[in-house]
Antibody, heavy 123, light 110 residues
């Protein structure tokens, strides 16, 4: 059974860089059929897509975040990572890592999710 | 970026049916069927209930169904049960590779 687990600091200071890692177990990250992505959810609010990375390193970023965003993959560790720079209080959210299919009309949805990690931006 | 609009809340009694609408403005949303629906219970990760407008992943009850007409997708839950009380999000997978989420609908089972 595929499992995803987020890890990283739960508290980040304003203007600094938020860094999270998602460790994938029970399956390989190096699969043609899937993107590995990040979704966030501010407390009490809705879901926001952040971006995807493919095992080759290709990325897709949310237009609203792309100027501050880097998503990378480390296939040797079966992990992918998120870096969001110049954070403010509005970046306070539960951050989820999740797997999303690449094939339109076939597996084009998030099928496995991590449990989520709350990251608070505060001094 | 285009938005997906959902009602903030819906409610129904056990055994009844409810429908949650999701209205999209992007041309991809109107032209294609890459719409999915997620259920989220408090403190839990979302779970896909419907994909490609009307397909159910393995293990999802057939009480959940989806449809789409023009710029509006809909999720219908029939035979409401107490455990259906949750937040529901529609989502669109755009041809640009972007993913859009609706604002979410809180379902209350009375």
């Amino acid at each position: 059974q595929l499992q995803l687990q987020e890890s990283g600091p739960g508290l980040v200071k304003p203007s600094e860089t938020l860094s999270l890692t998602c460790t994938v177990s029970g399956g390989s990250i190096s699969i043609n059929s899937y993107y590995w992505g990040w979704v966030r959810q501010p407390p009490g609010k809705g879901l926001e897509w952040i971006g995807f990375v493919f095992y080759s390193g290709n990325t897709f970023y949310s237009p609203s975040l792309q100027s501050r965003l880097t998503i990378s993959v480390d296939t040797s560790k079966n992990q992918f990572s998120l870096k969001l720079s110049s954070v403010t209080a509005t970046d306070t959210s539960v951050y989820y890592c999740a797997r999303h299919g690449t094939a339109y009309g076939y597996n084009d949805y998030f099928d496995y999710w991590g449990q989520g990690i709350l990251v608070t931006v505060s001094s | 970026q285009s938005a997906l609009t959902q009602p903030a809340s819906v409610s129904g009694s056990p055994g009844q049916s409810i429908t949650i609408a999701c209205t999209g403005t992007s041309s991809d949303f109107v032209a294609y069927n890459y719409v999915s629906w997620y259920q989220q219970h408090p403190g839990k990760a979302p779970k896909v209930m419907i994909y490609d407008v009307s397909s159910r992943p393995s293990g999802i009850s057939n009480r959940f169904s989806g449809s789409k007409s023009g710029n509006t997708a809909s999720l219908t839950i029939s035979g409401l049960q107490a455990e259906d009380e949750a937040d529901y999000y529609c989502s669109s997978y755009e041809l640009t590779g972007d993913v859009l989420f609706g604002g979410g609908t809180k379902l209350t089972v009375l």
